[in-house]
């Protein structure tokens, strides 16, 4: 910056012109990154993203149409499942989206992880769950930390440990 | 947890930072109504602190969207509320309601120090020359000419920042007063409440704030200038105790089918936030207010009255926000149970809340030391303590001698000169 041009009073120096400069400077960097950052399908149906509604169309379904499915080659466990507690379950709640799994049955295997905390997000005791509905339990006071699968057979849920009541 | 509620009202969604973002925008509000006071209403006295206030609403103001930013979780996606604003909801509006005005708040501080910037710039050497030289943005004419234009665009800036930060706070309320599924929150007053509580705890920051920066200088505090933001403290406070109250016994006296689970809320679940921090400390600040405006007590006394009311409206603000947010959320939907707050320690808890209150004042010293609010022309502090040369008041004839004396000789002069008049 020139010395002998400090303290100049032309209009290009005056504080307004700067400051005005500086703040439409900001407005315009604002609006182009906005421009950048704002999808381009935004608003085409509603205050969202319209292509993400074609990309959930076009993904491929993980589950399957229901235990229909599954009944097909794993008949025993469904007659299993027939009568008892679990018996309106959908068998990929547990078990996960099959999908695959039905399209190249030796290739896809579904792998359960029987672990407490599988069982504990529908028998964990907590206060939206209402007890007269589903069994609800603390899960480690329950079984010591142990894994429910120790004594309850997920497919008939009371069975091992002696019958209906307990 | 008592009575009966939903099962999605276990969670408190709306904790800590969300107490904190009412709680710092109020103070923003408050303190940048001072500085008006001094810029559009002239109110001469309180030129010391007027630099001071906005700077401190600065600080303030930049740490105030922290708080909100922490509790969304994707902090990114704030942005999403500038990219594709939405004009029919409240909410939504905060990214450009708050940008406006932080943008109005930082044209008034530069046209505010563009003169000192550009006296800096030329004589400070080294980085900092560079730093006050750039801030200058190459607009270095202090003509008597230009400053008067620059003195007319800071009149104007305060009188626009009036509105601005009264709709920035009153907006608060709004998203608060506008939820008609609460009955705790739902009413027109709340922004109106919210605006009053927000310039009281901007001006008891102040006080505090100024109290403090003059003790850390060693400086003596312009008691004009206290004494001036204690009265005006005490007016707000008025105001704000009348309509926090009004909102409660209006809700008393139409005893909708409402009223009991509030009346649950206020007297059962938090009475001790409720009826002690925040509306005791608002009585307890009015008569301490009140009393350290009497001439007779002694200024060292009339001072710590007034920077203890600031210390215990600050407190009693807080606990306000808390006793809105939170516990409007303790109100089950059913009205026949409340649900309970824990106290976090650190997921958007008492931890990281401490940093958000004490970051103000980081920012507070960092600004200060760029941009000094002092003005010139004051007093060194007399470190002698209770010399008392300055108290034109007799000896004490105990606490209770002066306490007396002092009440009736005042309460005499009240109804002729009125606590209005400056003396």
Not at chain 1, 138 to 143: D, E, K, L, N, Y
Not at chain 2, 37 to 48: A, E, I, N, R
């Amino acid at each position: 910056m020139a010395k002998a041009k400090e303290g100049g009073s032309g209009f290009t120096r005056s504080a307004l012109f700067r400051i005005g400069t500086l703040l439409g400077l900001v407005l315009v960097i604002f609006a182009f990154v906005r421009t950048t950052a704002v999808p381009a399908s935004f608003g085409e149906y509603g205050r969202y993203r319209g292509d993400n509604i074609t990309e959930n169309v076009n993904k491929e379904a993980g589950f399957t149409k229901d235990n229909s499915v599954c009944g097909k080659c794993h008949q025993a466990e469904l007659q299993t499942l027939a009568g008892n507690e679990h018996q309106a379950l959908n068998c990929e709640s547990c078990h996960g989206p099959g999908n695959r799994h039905t399209e190249q049955p030796a290739a896809v295997s579904l792998k359960i992880t029987e672990t407490a905390e599988l069982c504990s997000s529908c028998h964990a005791e907590i206060a939206a769950r209402s007890e007269d509905k589903i069994a609800t339990v603390r899960p480690f006071m329950h079984s010591g930390g142990g894994d429910c699968v120790m004594c309850h057979n997920p497919h008939r849920p009371l069975a091992r440990i002696g019958g209906e009541v307990q | 947890m008592e009575g009966f509620i939903y099962p999605n009202e276990i969670e408190i969604n709306w904790g800590l930072f969300i107490v904190l973002y009412p709680y710092l925008t109020g103070l923003v509000a408050g303190a940048f109504i001072v500085s008006s006071l001094y810029h559009v209403f002239g109110v001469d006295k309180l030129k010391p602190v007027s630099r001071l206030a906005l700077i401190s609403a600065l600080a303030v103001l930049l740490v105030a969207p922290l708080a909100l930013i922490s509790h969304l979780g994707k902090p990114l996606r704030a942005l999403n509320l500038m990219w594709t604003p939405n004009p029919t909801s409240a909410m939504a509006g905060f990214g450009y309601i708050y940008s406006f005005y932080l943008i109005i708040v930082l044209l008034e501080i530069w046209f505010m120090y563009r003169k000192d910037l550009v006296k800096w710039a030329a004589t400070k050497q080294g980085f900092m020359g560079k730093v006050y030289s750039i801030l200058t943005l190459g607009a270095r004419d202090i003509s008597e000419k230009a400053l008067h234009t620059d003195h007319k665009v800071v009149t104007f800036l305060a009188i626009l920042g009036i509105p601005s930060a009264a709709f920035l706070h009153g907006y608060v309320g709004f998203i608060f007063g506008a939820i008609k599924a609460n009955p705790w929150w739902s009413t027109p007053l709340m922004p109106v409440i919210f605006l009053l509580s927000a310039i009281v705890s901007g001006v008891a920051l102040l006080i505090v704030v100024y109290a403090a920066s003059c003790r850390i200088r060693k400086k003596k505090i312009d008691f004009d200038c206290l004494m001036t933001m204690n009265k005006y403290l005490w007016v707000f406070l008025i105001f704000a105790f009348v309509l926090e109250v009004l909102e409660v016994v209006h809700l008393a006296y139409e005893a909708e089918e409402e009223w009991p689970a509030v009346r649950g809320l206020i007297t059962t679940v938090i009475p001790f936030e409720y009826f002690v921090i925040q509306l005791g400390q608002m009585v307890a600040a009015f008569f301490l207010l009140l009393a350290a405006r009497f001439e007779s007590v002694p200024k060292t006394v009339r001072k710590f009255l007034t920077i203890a009311s600031g210390g215990m409206i600050l407190v009693s603000v807080l606990a306000m926000r808390f006793n809105v947010v939170v516990g409007g959320q303790l109100v089950s939907k059913s009205l026949s149970g409340y649900s309970e707050f824990h106290w976090p320690l650190w997921h958007e808890g008492v931890i990281p809340t401490i940093g958000f209150m004490v970051l103000p004042f980081v920012f507070l010293l960092a600004l200060v030391r760029l941009l000094p609010p002092w003005m010139a022309g004051e007093e060194e502090a007399v470190l002698q303590p209770a010399s008392s040369a300055e108290d034109d008041t007799p000896a004490v004839e105990g606490v209770w001698g002066w306490l007396v004396s002092g009440v009736s000789r005042s309460i005499s002069r009240l109804g002729i000169r009125g606590l209005w008049r400056e003396e």
